[in-house]
């Protein structure tokens, strides 16, 4: 069974930091483009930030530029996030995705992805 699964997220204060995990099981990261979405309640699902197959092209929204990182661990079969500074407003559900024909680009804008995981809380209080 193909699966992506999301872990890390929790409650933490702004300013704080949190390292989200994209573990995948029954298939390879190594030929994906993986993404990390997040999606705010009554907000659409957003593009935070996209890595390429060898992680030498990512992408990032404006609004996590110079906070977030994103880095890839293929022999892990895992994708992280690395979220400094947050703030309230990046509290939402954080989902990672996985698309084989795709650039960094069209998958963050486009918000696309062949295989999704279920998510993790991220909740930043002021």
């Known amino acids: 069974q193909l699966q992506l699964v999301e872990s890390g997220g929790g409650l933490v204060q702004a300013g704080g930091s949190l390292r989200l995990s994209c573990a995948a099981s029954?298939?390879?990261?190594?030929?994906?483009?993986i993404g990390w979405f997040r999606q705010a309640p009554g907000k659409e699902r957003e593009g935070v930030s996209c890595?390429?197959?060898?992680?030498?092209?990512?992408k990032f929204a404006d609004s996590v530029k110079g906070r977030f990182t994103i880095s890839r661990d293929n022999a892990r079969n895992t994708v992280y996030l690395q979220m400094n500074s947050l703030k309230p407003e990046d509290t939402a559900v954080y989902y990672c995705?996985?698309?084989?024909?795709?650039?960094?680009?069209?998958?963050?804008?486009?918000?696309?992805?062949?295989?999704w995981g279920q998510g993790t809380q991220v909740t930043v209080s002021s």
């Open positions: 890595i390429s197959r060898s992680g030498g092209s990512t």
């Open positions: 029954g298939f390879t990261l190594d030929y994906y483009v």
């Open positions: 995705a996985a698309s084989l024909g795709t650039t960094v680009h069209s998958m963050c804008v486009y918000v696309s992805g062949e295989y």
